[in-house]
């Protein structure tokens, strides 16, 4: 069965950087378009960004220029590195893969990784 495991949450202050690392297995990787996604307090869970096996990738238009995602298939890794970080980015932060380089396909998800952006 395919397991994804997030890490690499924290606190940061207001324009400080983090990146999460989200470990896949029990699937091909490197044939899956991976995506991140969040979920803030009282809201739904949001697309993030993707990235295709072919490298496309796909941002929210809240985080284009802050956020960039990558993949290394030989660690069966995505990850997502968050510059110029908002106390709106604060949410907790999942991995998925991808249809269509938005919709999260899993049924099943993780348990994240919380990032809160506070000074």
């Known amino acids: 069965q395919v397991q994804l495991v997030e890490s690499g949450g924290g606190l940061v202050q207001p324009g400080g950087s983090l990146t999460l690392s989200c470990l896949a297995s029990?699937?091909?990787?490197?044939?899956?378009?991976m995506g991140w996604y969040r979920q803030a307090p009282g809201k739904q869970r949001e697309f993030v960004a993707a990235i295709t096996s072919g490298y496309i990738t796909n941002y929210e238009d809240s985080v284009k220029g802050r956020f960039t995602i990558s993949r290394d298939n030989s660690k069966n890794t995505v990850y997502l590195q968050m510059n110029s970080l908002k106390p709106e980015d604060t949410a907790v932060y999942y991995c998925?893969?991808?249809?269509?380089?938005?919709?999260?396909?899993?049924?099943?998800w993780g348990r994240g990784t919380q990032v809160t952006v506070s000074s």
């Open positions: 998925n893969t991808v249809h269509d380089l938005v919709t999260a396909a899993q049924g099943i």
């Open positions: 029990g699937m091909v990787f490197s044939y899956y378009a």
